[in-house]
């Protein structure tokens, strides 16, 4: 039998489909199958629009994935990449990778995330299914790091939510614990992530509750975490490691058991280096570390950031359209404060906005319009980064006509969901042009079995 018929038939015993050059549709395959990784296998993939995060390569030997290649096909957006060994093993063991992806899925799609975590950049989505995976499938503790205002409360809200499946142990009612470790006053740290007894301190006229009791059987969210004074770091990594505390003043040693997530805009790594972030409570909180992108490496979600804004500020109805100069403003605008900052923009705008025609340049207010001089757009900036770093890396200017046309004509056309004439609109061209240079592009297959 055939290296190509061992594969089609032990992938069909699990129920997963092949693609390769004769499939007739690559949108309702899982695999895609390979004698050896080309130039034109990459060029190949980009051209179909495959959903390739959710697709594994499959090669058919072992010395086909040799040196490079499978972060290679990593880097151009697969979920996986192994080699085929004889039997079912790696058939079982797609279909269980391809299961776990179907139902990080169907959660990214479930109304907890899409109407609550707005974004459809690949930055953005990426980010919230590696936040599914480890919030539904693991008990992990959780890091958040990211800049003011770029979402790490509403990530922590998300990864509670998913915890307390019952699956997974946790009671569907237990209340997310907040602990602002920026508002913990030295002298009464320890009261409140561990309580106190009567009497422990001048003003303890009764006993307390601390965050460690409150989220038994839940979460703890320690937001900014790296404020957190050192002496306590010291009890903290004590009561996570053993699950064990004590109250202030107490003698009795309790019993408490919850996920741990921490949030901060610091680099931990280099407080624990200068001896500011005890290193070993590092090691202990970031068990899953994810990384919140700025607003500026996001900008395709400004505008449906903006509509959702305007959208929450409607009893009903949809929001105002948005005129092309408004539109243009937004995106080119810098946001330090990030998506927070964006909120509140909008939220000025519709206090100015009146009737029922759409957003226009005079309902920005008079201190958040732009200057005269205000200077080049932001994405010219962001693309002169792009092409310097390129050059820096010996790419030529052909190749990079080359790469940015591609990219230009995948984004629009993904943008687009796949429609090729609304897609051309956007880029200005005619869609029987992008149907001729995609054509072309197709035609390489790169689907070859020499055995």
């Known amino acids: 039998m055939s290296t190509q018929a061992a594969i089609v038939s032990a992938l069909s015993l699990v129920g997963v489909a092949l693609l390769s050059a004769d499939a007739p549709d690559p949108q309702a395959a899982d695999i895609v199958c390979f004698h050896e ?6 060029d190949w993939l980009r051209a179909a629009n495959l959903p390739s995060s959710r697709l594994i390569a499959l090669a058919d030997s072992a010395a086909s994935l040799q040196g490079r290649t499978g972060w290679r096909l990593l880097e151009a957006g697969f979920g996986d ?8 093993v790696v058939a079982e063991l ?6 776990r992806w179907s139902a990080i899925d169907a959660l990214a799609q479930s109304r907890l995330v899409h109407d609550s975590l707005i974004g459809e950049s690949p930055v953005w989505t990426t980010l919230i299914r590696s936040v599914i995976e480890g919030a539904r499938f693991t008990r992990s503790p959780v890091l958040l790091i990211g800049e003011s205002g770029t979402g790490k409360e509403l990530l922590a809200r998300l990864i509670h939510a998913l915890s307390v499946d019952p699956r997974n142990g946790g009671p569907e009612s237990k209340d997310l614990v907040t602990l602002d470790c920026t508002t913990i006053v030295p002298e009464l740290s320890g009261s409140e992530l561990f309580g106190h007894e009567r009497g422990a301190f001048t003003g303890a006229v ?8 409150l989220a038994n059987s839940g979460t703890l969210f320690l937001d900014e975490v790296g404020e957190l004074p050192f002496r306590l770091q010291a009890q903290l990594l004590r009561a996570v490691q053993e699950k064990t505390y004590k109250k202030v003043g107490g ?20 407080a624990a280096s200068h001896g500011e972030f005890r290193q070993d409570l590092y090691y202990r909180i970031a068990g899953l570390v994810y990384r919140l992108p700025p607003l500026r490496e996001r900008r395709e979600d400004i505008l449906p950031l903006a509509a959702h804004f305007l959208r929450a500020r409607l009893i009903e109805g949809e929001p105002p359209e948005i005129d092309a ?7 080119n605008r810098a946001y330090p404060g990030n998506v927070r900052e964006l909120r509140q923009l909008m939220l000025r705008i519709a206090h100015r906005h009146v009737g029922r025609g759409p957003i226009t340049v005079g309902d920005i207010p008079e201190e958040d319009r732009p200057a005269a001089d205000e200077g080049p757009r932001i994405w010219s900036l962001e693309l002169e980064r792009a ?17 940015a046309t591609e990219t230009a004509i995948r984004i629009a056309v993904s943008e687009e969901q796949g429609s090729l004439q609304r897609a051309a609109r956007r880029l200005g061209v005619t869609d029987r042009a992008l149907q001729m240079r995609r054509a072309s592009r197709a035609l390489k ?6 055995h």
């Open 37 to 42: 990784v080309s130039g034109d296998l990459l």
């Open 251 to 270: 003698n009795v040693w309790q019993a408490t058991d919850f996920r741990l997530i921490s949030a901060t805009n610091r680099d931990l790594t280099a």
């Open 81 to 88: 990449v192994m080699a085929w060994r004889s039997g079912l």
């Open 206 to 213: 009764a006993p307390r509750e601390g965050a460690f009791a």
């Open 387 to 403: 092409i310097s770093l390129a050059l820096v890396n010996g790419v030529e200017l052909k190749e990079l006509n080359r790469v």
């Open 325 to 331: 100069p408004v539109r243009d403003y937004l995106l």
């Open 94 to 99: 797609i279909k269980a990778r391809l299961d």
């Open 445 to 450: 297959a790169p689907f070859t079995f020499d």
